[in-house]
């Protein structure tokens, strides 16, 4: 069975830091890119970061670029989301996703595009608070 | 960053229906659209790519359609099992960007 199970969520205070993790089981992992999302309380998703198969590119939110690092361990399955100088605002369920994408090619030219997050774990929260 | 808005963000409808939900784009991406639809207390759920493909298992009375800005997931016939949030995302450009989501409850 494909699945994604995220773990290191809780409670913090601001400033702080915290580790999140997802391991992944039941598909070969280093053949996809993966991708972190949240969800604020009451609110919707919003993407964060995604890293390429070997981990060689890596994207990021503006709102968490600096802050935050997303990295892999192809050898055990794993992605992870380190968060630095937490805020309130960081609040939030964390999603990781298996990021579905494709080679497109066209007149000699190849681009990566992306086509969904398909798998889906089912959340670890963060709560960042005095 | 590309913004995405989906309207409207809250719909009421009777079992049986058509509902429709728009999601428009600030600025043109192409066919790199996905639907997900989001029940309370789960993790969203792929429905739809590439803007009209239906994804394994989901059922055919969800559709998606548009192109460049303008971009609509149609459930045909609304059932029980369908109350949840819908969003829609674009993938054609970093950062990857949400709707705001639509939440569909039974009349």
């Known amino acids: 069975e494909v699945q994604l199970v995220e773990s290191g969520g809780g409670l913090i205070q601001p400033g702080g830091s915290l580790r999140l993790s997802c391991a992944a089981s039941?598909?070969?992992?280093?053949?996809?890119?993966m991708t972190w999302v949240r969800q604020a309380p009451g609110k919707g998703l919003e993407w964060l970061a995604n890293i390429k198969r070997d981990g060689s590119e890596e994207n990021y939110v503006d709102s968490v670029r600096g802050r935050f690092t997303i990295s892999r361990d192809n050898a055990n399955n794993s992605v992870f989301l380190q968060m630095n100088s937490l805020r309130a605002e960081d609040t939030a369920v964390y999603y990781c996703?298996?990021?579905?994408?494709?080679?497109?090619?066209?007149?000699?030219?190849?681009?990566?595009?992306?086509?969904?997050?398909?798998?889906w774990g089912q959340g670890t929260t963060v709560t960042v608070s005095s | 960053d590309i913004q995405l808005t989906q309207s409207p963000s809250f719909l009421s409808a009777s079992v049986g229906d058509r509902v429709t939900i728009t999601c428009r784009a600030s600025?043109?991406?192409?066919?790199?659209v996905v639907w997900y639809q989001q029940e309370p207390g789960k993790a969203p759920k792929v429905l739809i790519s590439a803007t009209s493909t239906l994804q394994s298992g989901v059922p055919s009375r969800f559709s998606g359609s548009g192109s460049r800005t303008e971009f609509t997931l149609t459930i045909s016939s609304l059932q029980p099992e369908d109350v949840a949030t819908y969003y829609c995302?674009?993938?054609?450009?970093?950062?990857?960007?949400f709707g705001g989501g639509t939440r569909v409850d039974i009349k």
């Open positions: 039941g598909f070969t992992f280093s053949d996809y890119w």
């Open positions: 995302q674009q993938l054609h450009i970093y950062p990857l960007t």
């Open positions: 600025q043109g991406i192409g066919s790199s």
């Open positions: 996703a298996r990021d579905l994408k494709y080679l497109y090619c066209s007149g000699g030219n190849c681009n990566t595009v992306g086509l969904a997050m398909d798998v």
